[in-house]
């Protein structure tokens, strides 16, 4: 740890140019897993038309609720679609809205943050005080709540996941830049007459940006299953968007006798949010070996 | 003077030891020899990093399980080989036979639980005493480390102690099960040098009363001096020179004895400067060939390119460097 | 002092809170596309029936005016009425907040006697066995879909082995005991009906441990984090050096330690059990507000949602005032001077 200012910056950033970022992924297998599953889903949300054999939405009466075969690896459904096409699409919308989310939640997040943390004073007390009353609700039913007043769609959903993720990233945000805000080269520039706004773009948020891309990896894993639940309480994507939580939904009145209708879309939730969770928390460990895995 | 003839209670011969790390083995100690006999008091001296903590803890078990391990040399404390030793066994011989008070009192003791209850449970761990007996022996404890109020300070929590009342207490809780062998890792570092000179006081006469032999480590030639029958210097992991504390003194071997005597006010001849060790300490990872000194070393000539032997230079005397040692062998 | 303060401003920011929920969930019913007197009246009401119902509601009235209203109503405990029961939404939640709280602290009991001993051990036998197992098992408990989960469970414990109800709290034919505390476990041992503690508690197995398993992780992964900074303090070596046991060192001296800050992880934990309860309950047909609360969105049945969302942020905001004062007093330096 540099004591102070000047060397900073460019340590931590060296600690991921210098091979050492390498050298500790090897050292970690289940973040070179949680790694390989990231890109993976990428695959599959980018190729997905090219990978699946039949159109997500093909129905065929006659291949109604058929078991997994040559055919239909996955089997099908009640309407005779192919499960493992719905799944391979179901990335786009399961994954997709959750990097929408995060990505949202953490650019809205870190603005807010940023600027309260560099203006300070009344604005910032008042931004906080705000977000300490967010952050004491619990943030999933509030989502709930207000992705059922803006009406069951997708959008919705993802509109108010967003919105309660927003005030823990403000936070983080903030305690960075506060932290930098005092370093020495923040001040000796400071001093040269740099504006709030030169300050921000040159040495604040490169500076505070590790950290939130960390945390907004994990919360990937989370929002993958936040945004699955709300579809399977009919909340997110309606039919007969190929959605993984809305299908394990409509496969609930199956599964007793038809065990692959709801297996597969829901596996395919489980090892996506496994693999952003393993890759956020190895990460975190590069990032700050003191507070995760040792 | 010959050597003290007790038992001999701890005896460490030849001992090297590694700590393996993800940049390779750090060779921590090279063949480190010393004895303890009872009653006596012995100091280990040196600069951090040295080997002093590792030597005892060594000894006591109390290293990491995966990361040290001993590559050559032995231990025997009590007659046993503390490596061979039962976890349980070695329960048994830490607190009744020999204790350690760490240095830096801070944390040594738990945040969460009253003095009273820490040392009382050591007592009743060790002995066949009831919670009573255990308390009343506790609170005479507190009494004979001076500490006005022992009732009031059993009940207290270690966050309302001052440093020295910590350390204090950590004393009373080594002598709480008289063992016959104390060794105390740095106990006066953290303290006020007011404060050091009452602890090391306490602590020279409880074992004297008690007879309880003590290995004392420090950093500080003047603390040592001042307390130790003989003392052993150690450099990067190796003796430079073991002897009677008032023979080391007057006549130091090892150059580095004789830096270390100089970098103290007082027990050089005044107005003479005081001096500094230049250099580091070797990287223990990759060390140099030779007598590990002689890159800090004003003597060091061609014979330092080999590892000096620990000899013989005297009654009761014994240093690694070849000038001394060539000088007894001519004498 | 510190304890006195705190307390003080937790008080301050429970009452700012507790206004902010009135603010959001007020907000959210204004924000209900479409005209809530139609929702209500149903889609066939003569204009008439529209303005009586406009009326009643007060929706006639200015926005602001509006709110008092509506704060008044809350301070009196008044929830609304619910569109789909046609009960109170306050007493609706009163009947099935009992069976929640019943699969919640199970539940909750359930995830602490695994994670516990699990983190304990995976951090004592740190990178061993016990420890990479430990650590699967905490990233699968967190990334699980608890919807899929359950289903899973059902499938595999109740129709391919049949060995443990998947539905209900109690079994059809056996009578639910008499309701003194809604708990059915507290309630049968206390009406002595032993036929229905035995029955209860053997429906809560499935739903408790579904519910459980994604707090496990997070509590299995707090205690190792928290006893591997613990095991490594100066305390512990000196315990270790006065040759005190294995046993007594890690229960005595290491694992209370761990467990202070861990305290403060049940209030989270308490977040995301409420949010597990309502996907466990919807699965296993368990009659609590989850379900409750669902069947409400499915009708958009808003009294409803806006009157669970009050109650389970108030909840939530209690039971973590609760843990922090819980915390402190457990902190021998915050306790003695506070």
């Known amino acids: 740890m540099a004591v102070d200012g000047i060397g900073a910056p460019r340590q931590a950033v060296s600690r ?75 990335a786009r919308a399961s994954c997709g809205i959750a990097f929408a989310i995060v990505i949202l939640s953490t650019v809205i997040g870190s603005i807010i943050g940023c600027l309260s943390g560099v203006v300070g004073g009344i604005v910032d007390t008042a931004i906080m005080r705000l977000m300490d009353v967010f952050l004491a609700l619990p943030a999933l039913i509030l989502a709930m709540a207000l992705s059922a007043a803006l009406g069951p769609s997708l959008f919705n959903a993802m509109l108010a996941v967003a919105v309660v993720r927003v005030p823990a990233y403000v936070r983080l945000a903030r305690g960075q830049t506060l932290s930098l805000r005092n370093r020495t080269y923040v001040k000796a520039s400071r001093s040269f007459g740099a504006s709030p706004a030169y300050l921000l773009r040159w040495h604040i948020l490169p500076n505070a940006l590790s950290p939130i891309i960390v945390q907004a990896t994990l919360d990937l894993g989370g929002t993958i299953l936040t945004a699955a639940a709300l579809s399977f309480i009919g909340l997110g994507a309606q039919p007969p968007t190929s959605e993984w939580g809305s299908m394990v939904s409509s496969g609930r009145n199956y599964f007793l006798d038809q065990w692959w209708y709801i297996t597969f879309p829901g596996l395919a939730i489980l090892i996506s949010a496994m693999g952003f969770n393993l890759l956020g928390d190895g990460l975190r460990d590069m990032l700050d070996p003191r507070l995760g895995g040792r | 003077m010959s050597e003290p003839s007790g038992d001999v209670l701890l005896e460490i011969s030849d001992l090297s030891l590694v700590f393996r790390t993800s940049r390779g083995p750090i060779k921590a100690l090279n063949g480190v020899s010393l004895n303890v006999r009872a009653g006596e008091i012995v100091g280990i001296v ?134 016959k062998l104390i060794i105390a890792d740095e106990p006066t570092t953290a303290l006020d040098v007011t404060v050091q000179a009452l602890i090391l006081s306490l602590i020279k006469h409880k074992a004297a009363s008690t007879g309880t032999a003590v290995v004392f480590i420090s950093h500080d030639m003047a603390v040592v001096s001042q307390l130790c029958d003989r003392l052993y210097v150690l450099y990067a992991g190796r003796v430079a020179e073991a002897g009677t504390t008032a023979s080391v003194l007057a006549a130091p071997a090892h150059p580095y004895t004789r830096a270390l005597i100089r970098c103290l006010p007082g027990l050089v001849a005044p107005k003479q400067p005081l001096e500094q060790i230049l250099g580091t300490l070797p990287d223990l990872l990759d060390p140099p060939a030779g007598c590990l000194f002689k890159a800090r070393c004003r003597e060091a000539d061609e014979r330092c390119k080999a590892v000096p032997p620990l000899a013989a230079i005297g009654a009761a005397r014994r240093a690694a460097c070849w000038r001394r040692i060539e000088e007894t062998q001519s004498a | 002092m510190p304890l006195i303060s705190t307390i003080l401003r937790r008080l301050v920011l429970l009452v700012f809170v507790v206004a902010g929920v009135a603010v959001v969930t007020f907000t959210i019913s204004h924000l209900i596309p479409g005209d809530p007197a139609q929702l209500i009246a149903g889609d066939k009401a003569s204009a008439e029936t529209l303005a009586h119902v406009r009326q009643d509601l007060g929706l006639d009235k200015p926005v602001t005016q509006q709110f008092v209203i509506y704060v ?109 505390t809604g708990f059915f476990l507290v309630d049968s041992l206390v009406a002595g009906n032993m036929k229905a503690f035995w029955s209860s508690l053997y429906h809560l197995v499935l739903p408790a441990f579904v519910l459980a398993f994604a707090n496990l992780g997070i509590i299995t992964r707090q205690i190792r984090a928290s006893m591997l900074d613990v095991l490594q303090e100066d305390y512990v070596r000196t315990a270790r050096a006065n040759g005190l046991s294995r046993s007594a060192v890690i229960l005595r001296h290491a694992l209370p330690n761990a467990l202070i800050p861990s305290v403060t992880l049940l209030g989270l934990a308490f977040g995301d059990l409420l949010y597990g309860a309502v996907l466990t309950e919807t699965i296993f047909a368990w009659p609590g507000m989850g379900s409750y609360v669902v069947s409400s969105i499915q009708t958009l049945d808003f009294p409803a949602i806006m009157g669970f969302t009050i109650v389970a942020s108030l909840g939530y905001v209690l039971i973590n005032l609760a843990v922090d004062l819980t915390y402190m007093m457990l902190d021998p330096q915050i306790r003695e001077l506070g």
């Open chain 1, 16 to 90: 991921f140019r210098e091979g050492r970022l390498w050298y500790r992924v090897k050292g970690s297998p289940l973040t070179l897993v949680g790694a390989a599953i990231a890109l993976v889903v990428l695959f599959v949300i980018i190729a997905a038309p090219l990978l699946a054999p039949y159109p997500p939405d093909k129905i065929s009466l006659s291949a109604r609720l058929a078991a997994p075969s040559l055919q239909h690896v996955f089997g099908t459904d009640e309407v005779g679609r192919d499960l493992f096409s719905r799944v391979l699409f179901g």
């Open chain 2, 46 to 179: 040196g600069e951090s990093g040295c080997g002093k903590s590792v030597t005892m803890m060594a000894a006591t078990r109390l290293l990491p399980k995966g990361s040290a391990h001993i590559t050559a040399g032995g231990i025997r404390l009590f007659g046993n080989d503390p490596m061979k030793l039962s976890e349980r066994e070695l329960q048994h011989v830490r607190g009744k036979l020999v204790s350690t008070i760490f240095q830096e009192p801070m944390n040594a003791l738990n945040p969460t639980r009253r003095i009273g209850e820490q040392i009382v449970e050591i007592i009743r761990r060790h002995q066949r005493l009831d919670a009573k007996a255990a308390t009343s022996k506790a609170i005479g404890l507190l009494r004979d480390m001076l500490i006005s109020e022992p009732e009031r300070i059993m009940q207290a929590y270690p966050f309302e102690l001052s440093g020295g009342m910590r350390q204090r207490v950590l004393i009373a809780m080594a002598f709480s099960c008289e063992p």
């Open chain 3, 72 to 180: 008044r109503q809350l301070l009196s405990g008044d929830l609304g009425q619910s569109l789909r029961t046609r009960r109170p939404v306050a007493g609706d939640i009163a009947l099935f907040l009992p069976a929640t709280l019943e699969l919640g602290i199970t539940a909750l009991v359930m995830a602490i006697m695994i994670g516990v001993p699990l983190g304990v051990l995976s951090a004592i036998y740190k990178d061993g066995p016990i420890d990479q197992a430990a650590r699967v098992v905490s990233v699968a408990g967190i990334s699980m879909p608890v919807f899929w989960f359950g289903l899973a469970l059902i499938l595999l414990f109740y129709v391919k082995i049949p060995i443990l109800p998947g539905s209900g709290r109690i079994t059809l034919g056996i009578a639910a005991p008499v309701r003194i």
